[in-house]
C-alpha cells in the first residue's frame, strides 16, 4: 500500500516538473518549487522509514543511516529554499550560490542510496525505498535544470 503512495508521489513530482518547467520565468523561483517537492518526499520518507522499522522490514542500524541522510538531506533541502526565497534577482552569481547546496543536496542523496542499498531484503520494502530515491533524483534533476537554464 506505502509502495503504491509512493509511486503516485513520483509520478504526481514528475508530472509538476515538466509542467512548471515550461511555465516559469524566474529560474530560482522555479528551483524554490522544486525544492519543496524534496520537501514532500522526505517527509514521506520518514513515514515510511518508520513503518519499515515497525514491519522489521529493516533494521534499528539501518534505520538509523536512513534517518540521518534524510536529515541531512532535509537540513540543505531547507537551506536553498530559505537561500533562494532570499534573493532578488535570478542571475547567475544567485545560481551559483544555489548550486553549492545543491551539491550538499546531491551528497546527502548518495548517503541515503548508500544506507538503503545496505540490505533491504524485503521486496515490498525495497521498492519503497527505490520510489523514494527515484522521486528525490527527479526532485533534484528539476532544481539543476532549472539552474542550469538561461
Given amino acids: 500500500m506505502?509502495?503504491?503512495?509512493?509511486?503516485t508521489l513520483f509520478l504526481v513530482c514528475?508530472?509538476?516538473?515538466?509542467?512548471?518547467?515550461?511555465c516559469d520565468k524566474n529560474k530560482i523561483h522555479e528551483a524554490r518549487k522544486?525544492?519543496?517537492r524534496i520537501q514532500i518526499v522526505t517527509d514521506a520518507a520518514i513515514d515510511s522509514t518508520a513503518a519499515l522499522f515497525e514491519q522489521?522490514?529493516?533494521t534499528p542500524a539501518q534505520t538509523k543511516a536512513i534517518a540521518q541522510a534524510l536529515l541531512k538531506v532535509n537540513h540543505a533541502n531547507r537551506i536553498l529554499i530559505d537561500r533562494a526565497a532570499e534573493m532578488k534577482e535570478d542571475n547567475r552569481a544567485n545560481r551559483a550560490v544555489l548550486f553549492q547546496t545543491v551539491r550538499q543536496i546531491s551528497?546527502?542523496?548518495?548517503?541515503?542510496?548508500?544506507?538503503?542499498?545496505?540490505?533491504i531484503k524485503n521486496p515490498d520494502g525495497s521498492a519503497e525505498f527505490d520510489a523514494t530515491v527515484a522521486a528525490l533524483d527527479t526532485a533534484l534533476a528539476a532544481i539543476e535544470v532549472a539552474l542550469s537554464g538561461g
Fill in 107 to 119: 551528497d546527502a542523496i548518495k548517503e541515503l542510496k548508500a544506507a538503503g542499498i545496505l540490505g
Fill in 2 to 7: 506505502r509502495r503504491n503512495h509512493l509511486i
Fill in 56 to 58: 522489521k522490514v529493516i
Fill in 34 to 36: 522544486a525544492a519543496f
Fill in 14 to 22: 514528475a508530472a509538476l516538473l515538466f509542467t512548471q518547467a515550461a
